[in-house]
């Protein structure tokens, strides 16, 4: 692809290039980081102001809630919008993963009642997948749904990991409907209302000090048939349809610390010494700079098939993988060159505001979270390089008789 903005672009860029100096913050308001509780009411303030503005999700036609445009006017977009402070990619998990499974399962009606709200974050949304003994292996969950006489749905279980369930209004859910199939054929996803009784959220405290994510149970949650997203029992489909977008989104939102890290030894001197006259130093800047282009280009070439009407497709993993684990080497590799100073993790008095603290404590989690790096690895093997695939022993067994610790 053409690296070079297209004239559209071009003028698209200055356009917006007005628009944030006007309009976005080059630091957050006194208090607010990222990660804490206070960044969610800055976060919807700011997607309302881009909505109002006709910026919030640029590649969504206008009747959903969009601007009509190109996932390169994204690109364009999220370079731009890096130059400032503003949560701007904080409700990714709603536009960036649930969004594109209500626009491509929902009805009109349902599609013009939801996508709007959720653009402009009047509504959130969580994406509920993941259970206690359902990560890696996510076809294994055991959230049953029972349709009701009436046709509505009836869920019974638990979630864990739900980023942001605390704050949803919405969510997508993935539940088993029949155990008499094997465990891909009989899972079927459902939009949850999150505000009902049947609902509980628990959020839970990280590391960080952070409440990024939660557990969430149900007894008795109920579900309308028209909030179904697909087929009955064709939920797999579905939920790969959201995983795929998923990295997608990560590798686009999650940053991989490089541009940060050259900001830093650039000019960065410790023990009197110029970080970047240092030979270590000068090989990292090198193999990372390698990895992060290379993430990019793939990044390009995906949103140039998106573009052209396609799936983001299995080269997701790749940034995924690479992305991650740099953030987090950069992070350890920054931290050790800091010394004592590395330590600090107050944002008012730390090296950098405490980015590589942080990155250093948040960074294992995007090794987890959308994929493990090494469920990315096995992607990779088996859809691009087409190795053989790992043993499956539940392969083609009944859900109900796949042996397990339940009963
Ligand atoms: C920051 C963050 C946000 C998240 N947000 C959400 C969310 O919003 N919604 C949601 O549903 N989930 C969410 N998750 C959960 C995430 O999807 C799971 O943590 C992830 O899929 C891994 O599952 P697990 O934690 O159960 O680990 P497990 O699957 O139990 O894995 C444990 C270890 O075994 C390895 N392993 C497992 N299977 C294999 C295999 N076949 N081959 C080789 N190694 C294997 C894994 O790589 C890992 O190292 C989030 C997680 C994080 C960290």
């Not at 370079?79 to 990714?92: L, R």
């Not at 990280?206 to 990024?212: K, L, T, V």
Request: aromatic content about 10%; glycine content about 10%.
């Amino acid at each position: 692809m053409d690296f070079n903005d297209t004239p559209e672009l071009a003028s698209f860029r200055n356009e917006i290039r007005e628009w944030l100096a006007a309009n976005a913050r080059t630091e957050l308001p006194e208090g607010v980081k990222y990660g804490g509780e206070a960044i969610y009411a800055v976060a919807k303030e700011w997607y309302k102001k881009t909505a109002e503005a006709g910026y919030a999700c640029l590649d969504w036609p206008k009747e959903y809630g969009g601007a009509g445009l190109t996932p390169l006017h994204k690109v364009v977009w999220a370079q731009e919008v890096a130059n400032y402070a503003e949560p701007d990619s904080y409700f990714v998990i709603g536009i960036g993963n649930c969004g594109p499974a209500v626009t491509h399962f929902s009805d009109e009606k349902l599609k013009q009642r939801l996508l709007p709200r959720m653009a402009s974050a009047d509504d959130v949304w969580c994406q509920l997948f993941s259970e206690p003994s359902a990560g890696s292996d996510l076809a294994g969950l055991r959230t049953q749904a029972v349709q009701q006489d009436d046709g509505s749905w009836r869920i019974n279980g638990q979630k864990i990991w739900t980023s942001g369930a605390n704050h949803s209004d919405y969510g997508v859910v993935l539940c088993r409907t029949d155990t008499s199939v094997s465990k891909y054929k009989g899972l079927t996803m459902f939009i949850l209302d999150m505000k009902q009784p049947g609902v509980t959220v628990k959020p839970i405290k990280q590391m960080d000090g952070n409440q990024h994510f939660n557990e969430v149970f149900f007894s008795d949650a109920e579900i309308p048939d028209a909030y179904r997203l697909g087929e009955v029992n064709q939920g797999w489909g579905a939920a790969l349809l959201v995983l795929m977008n998923e990295r997608m989104a990560i590798t686009a939102v999650a940053p991989d610390g490089f541009d940060r890290f050259l900001e830093f030894v650039k000019s960065a001197e410790i023990a009197g010494q110029l970080l970047r006259d240092d030979p270590q130093v000068r090989d990292r800047l090198a193999h990372w700079y390698s990895q992060h282009a290379g993430v990019d280009a793939s990044y390009m070439r995906m949103l140039t098939a998106v573009s052209k009407g396609g799936m983001p497709g299995a080269e997701g993993a790749v940034g995924k993988l690479i992305g991650g684990r740099m953030n987090q080497d950069i992070a350890n590799f920054t931290l050790s060159l800091m010394g004592e100073a590395g330590a600090v993790h107050d944002a008012a008095t730390a090296m950098e505001q405490a980015y590589f603290q942080d990155a250093a404590l948040f960074s294992p989690g995007i090794r987890l979270a959308g994929g493990t790096d090494e469920i990315m690895r096995n992607i990779i093997a088996e859809q691009i390089l087409g190795l053989p695939q790992e043993p499956r022993a539940d392969k083609g067994v009944a859900f109900k008789d796949i042996p397990s610790g339940n009963g």
